[in-house]
């Protein structure tokens, strides 16, 4: 039996949807702190200034790369408590209790 890493809280039609959310952007982000850290480190023609804002938008890149899918998987599995917070990460609509009420309310005539 396979194990559900959402603990049964994301819709079944969206898993697919969130599991590609937890990996593509963080490998976007580290793929380009990755390339700013590279460009900071050897291309020459850098101003000191910038080169310590390479660094640090690096730096940046790859702890936002690493910890989104950690923080992502934690608000997932304690859902109900921050709401408000784990909108900012998957819509709301992903989680098996939403009730489609906005969008009701939206449609009607």
Not at 3 to 23: H, M, P, Q, R, S
Not at 37 to 52: D, K, Q, T
Request: aromatic share 20%; proline share 4%.
């Amino acid at each position: 039996m396979k194990k559900d890493i959402f603990n049964g809280k994301i819709a079944t039609e969206y898993n697919g949807f969130v599991k590609f959310t937890l990996i593509f952007p963080p490998v976007i982000l580290i793929l380009c702190g990755v390339m700013f850290l590279l460009v900071a480190l050897f291309y020459e023609n850098v101003e000191y200034v910038a080169r310590i804002f390479l660094f640090y938008v690096s730096s940046l890149a790859i702890i936002a790369g690493i910890s989104y899918p950690l923080i992502t998987l934690y608000l997932i599995k304690i859902y109900p408590k921050h709401r408000k917070i784990t909108k900012h990460f998957i819509k709301e609509y992903h989680f098996r209790e939403y009730d489609f009420s906005t969008e009701k309310n939206f449609y009607k005539d």
